[in-house]
Nanobody, 112 residues
Framework: QVQLVESGGGLVQAGGSLRLSCVASGSRFSINAMGWYRQAPGKQREWVATITTGGGTNYANSVKGRFSISRDNAKNTVYLQMNSLKPEDTAVYYC??????WGQGTQVTVSS
């Protein structure tokens, strides 16, 4: 009965920054790896970043060096800091719990 709720999406100009948050409830957050995925219109959902229970991180090549995933176990929250945003980053961003649960998604739109 885990619930994931994303927030922080919106409209931003190219080169700008945005921070997404995902608050998890209903499960033991600290024992789950967490991730971010995104899906643009007409495209398959793609993996963006993962953070392990031990704090290790991995990133898709398309966002490496620009995005940073982090977690605050005391707040049951995972973050995605997005810098140097590009129009091709425009997508619905989904929080994912590796016990196989998805958030509802939050729209990120990057304008030229």
């Amino acid at each position: 009965q885990v619930q994931l709720v994303e927030s922080g999406g919106g409209l931003v100009q190219a080169g700008g920054s945005l921070r997404l948050s995902c608050v998890a409830s209903g499960s033991r957050f600290s024992i789950n790896a967490m991730g971010w995925y995104r899906q643009a219109p007409g495209k398959q959902r793609e993996w963006v970043a993962t953070i392990t229970t031990g704090g290790g991180t991995n990133y898709a090549n398309s966002v490496k060096g620009r995005f940073s995933i982090s977690r605050d176990n005391a707040k049951n929250t995972v973050y995605l800091q997005m810098n140097s945003l590009k129009p091709e980053d425009t997508a619905v961003y989904y929080c994912y719990d590796y016990s196989n649960r998805w958030g509802q998604g939050t729209q990120v739109t990057v304008s030229s």
